[in-house]
């Protein structure tokens, strides 16, 4: 059965460097999304992606993040200036039309 | 604000009895709904989604809608302890941009008694 795959699992980083987060979606879908989930609270929307294109942002996705689908299979979200605050487990997601999402293992994102 | 409700538990049911998991959403534009399984430490597992008013069922699960009272339901018959986890509601509602985003509650987490 196909599933989305993420890399890195875990990923350690010093306050103030950069990160990229990678995914790899369904490979007949073409809706993409990040959400990211702080330990113990809810699962939060970040962005949405469709034909090479953000389609949708929250208000978590400043202008820190960044998106991008660099060739035909991977979806990778960057941090340009982490934070202690972006410690969390960051969930992508796919879907073959605007509805049902299916979600990737997570990166667990830990800023020092 | 798009708000989705749940109680966090723990709900605690005997291995063989029927789990009833709750929600409630606020956006009276909702258009889909999903329940997802999410271990600890593991990512949210698609289980079920309804759209219409009424009941769905897929093997020993049940989820019902009830849009008038913006209120979703889970039923999980024949509990098992593998069934433990934590149960997350979402809400899809089309954004007007091209583009559905789910609007997750915390969760309730059950328990199963062996």
């Known amino acids: 059965e196909p599933e989305v795959t993420q890399t890195p699992s875990h990923q350690v980083t010093q306050m103030g460097q950069e990160v990229i987060l990678r995914c790899v979606p369904i490979?007949?879908?073409?809706?993409f999304y990040w959400y990211r989930q702080i330990l113990g609270q809810k699962v939060e929307f970040l962005v949405s992606?469709?034909?090479?294109?953000?389609?949708?942002k929250s208000e978590i996705f400043d202008d820190q993040f960044s998106v991008e689908r660099p060739d035909g299979s991977n979806f990778t979200l960057k941090i340009r200036s982490t934070k202690l605050e972006d410690s969390a487990m960051y969930f992508c997601?796919?879907?073959?039309?605007?509805?049902?999402?299916?979600f990737g293992p997570g990166t667990r994102l830990l800023v020092l | 604000q798009k708000e989705v409700e749940q109680n966090s538990g723990p709900l605690s049911v005997p291995e063989g009895a029927i789990a009833s998991l709750n929600c409630t959403y606020s956006?009276?534009?909702?258009?889909?709904f999903f329940w997802y399984r999410q271990y600890s430490g593991k990512s949210p597992e698609l289980i079920m989604f309804?759209?219409?008013?009424g009941d769905k069922e897929d093997g020993r699960f049940t989820a019902q809608l009830n849009k008038a009272s913006q209120y979703v339901s889970l039923l999980i018959r024949d509990s098992q302890p593998s069934d433990s986890a934590t149960y997350l509601c979402?809400?899809?509602?089309?954004?007007?941009?091209?583009?559905?985003?789910?609007?997750f509650g915390k969760g309730t987490k059950l328990s199963v008694i062996p």
């Open positions: 997601a796919s879907s073959v039309n605007k509805e049902t999402q299916y």
């Open positions: 979402a809400v899809n509602l089309f954004s007007g941009a091209g583009s559905y985003q789910l609007t």
């Open positions: 490979s007949n879908h073409l809706y």
């Open positions: 992606f469709y034909n090479n294109e953000i389609s949708e």
């Open positions: 309804i759209y219409s008013n």
């Open positions: 956006d009276r534009g909702s258009q889909s």
